[in-house]
């Protein structure tokens, strides 16, 4: 991964930690662009035996909800560049959603508010689908004097039909699945 910061980005694989079979799910690509305004939009495309997974229902009406990363979930980690504090998004299948912010490595969490986040599924064929996701990330005033641009961690969590999970990164930190470690924030857009 290089460390080059860009505005978009387009089919980064996401890669099964080494402690997990690729199971049903042979590939894992994220697309993407940040606006000027911090919003983000994120392409999750799949590929692989669908039916084999286990997908939450649909939400009649999407919100907030916690521990999503429970079950199937894609996951948006962002950082400013040079600083401990970070937020995670966790975007459902089921148009459910989470957003948090922390001070540091885990610590200092707190509900990130967010007015509009949307999430949608798009079959497009046999063995294929995307979830498309977008956010607001902290506005430039929020995040402090200087700020030159954000770090970004991608990840997902994938569920078997038998409740087996699987954790997908741009790149895995540790010999445990960790989507907080600061060394999983590889990509830089600006």
């Known amino acids: 991964m290089h460390d080059t910061a860009i505005r978009e980005f387009h089919d980064l694989p996401l890669q099964p930690h080494p402690s997990n079979s690729r199971g049903a799910l042979r590939a894992l690509s994220v697309s993407g662009a940040l606006q000027a305004d911090g919003r983000i939009t994120l392409d999750y495309l799949l590929h692989g035996e669908l039916l084999r997974l286990r997908w939450p229902s649909s939400a009649s009406r999407p919100q907030r909800r916690d521990e999503l990363w429970r079950h199937t979930c894609f996951e948006l980690f962002a950082r ?45 064929g046999p063995g294929q689908l995307r979830l498309q996701a977008c956010a ?34 741009l790149r895995h930190a540790g010999a445990k699945p960790d989507f907080h470690a600061i060394d999983s924030f590889t990509l830089s857009l600006r």
């Not at 459910?96 to 707190?110: H, L």
């Not at 607001?136 to 961690?153: D, N, S, V």
């Open 80 to 124: 400013c560049e040079g600083a401990d504090d970070y937020v995670e998004f966790n975007f459902s299948p089921s148009g459910d959603w989470a957003a948090y912010a922390f001070k540091g490595y885990r610590t200092g969490q707190s509900t990130c508010e967010q007015s509009s986040v949307g999430i949608t599924l798009h079959p497009l």
């Open 136 to 169: 607001q990330l902290p506005a430039p005033a929020e995040r402090g004097p200087g700020a030159a641009g954000w770090r970004i961690g991608l990840a997902a969590v994938i569920e078997e039909d038998d409740g087996a999970l699987s954790y997908w990164a």
